[in-house]
């Protein structure tokens, strides 16, 4: 399956949005039935959800639901969606391996889990979190997380850049999905979200969780290779591929810089990204 560059959170207490849901052009959909939806909604959402999902045509983004955190819920939450269409469950606040484990035997083996890290604890055990059988990746909660540590993040939010760059370190220790890249509350400022979806790409992310459609293409865009970045890894690799040939270890590019493995696997990368979609 293609890594999704956008995850775009749906209401699951909103039929008409389900229903428009799988138009978004997103990669993937998160329907919540967490903190979108009121406790007295929550019994009517499972099972409105419930029916959608047995729906769902056979072709279309993947589909995941965030069901809420308290055991009874979350229990009651995937009894009603696990099943035909769904991808696996986002789980808010996990916070060890033990609770990661707990959720995947929960779920089962044909589901994935996104464990959503929120706390301070969860971004010290990040690595056992990813590293669990069954989780699929990880996505920094920043509100939740920001509030706990009592931080008042500035508009670029690079207060919370170490806990990015924790869930980007225990991914890829993990050999898992990038980590998805949280989401921008202010859906209209597109080119402030543009600006910092770049800044997600250039530390180790590679898709993004969207809460409006209009975030969605800009999403798309910024985890999609340009064809100028194409045609450098191309040249890259067959620069190096060349000096291989000739028996050398390393390679020089357009530039004179030097191309070993390391740039290689770089490119290889880029190549990879446009390949999956």
Request: proline share 6%; hydrophobic share 45%; charged share 25%.
């Amino acid at each position: 399956m293609m890594s999704a560059r956008s995850w775009l959170f749906v209401p699951g207490d909103d039929p008409k949005k389900l229903e428009k849901a799988s138009e978004r052009s997103a990669d993937a959909l998160i329907v919540d039935l967490e903190d979108a939806v009121p406790r007295h909604a929550k019994d009517e959402s499972r099972h409105l959800v419930s029916e959608w999902l047995g729906n769902l045509p056979s072709s279309g983004p993947a589909v995941w639901v965030r069901v809420n955190n308290e055991a009874e819920l979350l229990k009651d939450d995937v009894a009603a969606v696990v099943g035909p269409g769904l991808a696996g469950v986002v789980v808010p606040k996990v916070e060890d391996a033990a609770k990661a484990a707990w959720l995947t035997q929960l779920v089962g083996p044909d589901y994935g889990v996104v464990a959503m890290i929120e706390t301070a604890g969860a971004v010290l055990t990040a690595a056992s979190i990813a590293a669990t059988p069954g989780v699929t990746t990880l996505m920094v909660g920043e509100y939740d997380l920001a509030a706990e540590l009592g931080i008042d993040p500035s508009p670029d939010r690079h207060e919370l850049a170490p806990a990015r760059a924790a869930t980007v370190l225990a991914c890829a220790a993990a050999g898992i999905a990038a980590p998805i890249g949280p989401v921008a509350a202010d859906f209209r400022d597109i080119d402030s979200f543009r600006a910092s979806t770049e800044a997600l790409r250039r530390e180790g992310h590679r898709g993004r969780a969207v809460i409006h459609p209009a975030q969605v293409g800009p999403a798309n865009e910024v985890f999609t290779p340009t064809s100028e970045e194409v045609a450098v890894a191309q040249r890259i690799i067959a620069r190096y591929d060349a000096a291989l040939a000739a028996g050398k270890g390393v390679g020089v590019d357009d530039d004179g810089r030097l191309i070993d493995e390391a740039i290689v696997r770089g490119a290889r990368q880029t190549i990879a990204a446009v390949g999956s979609r």
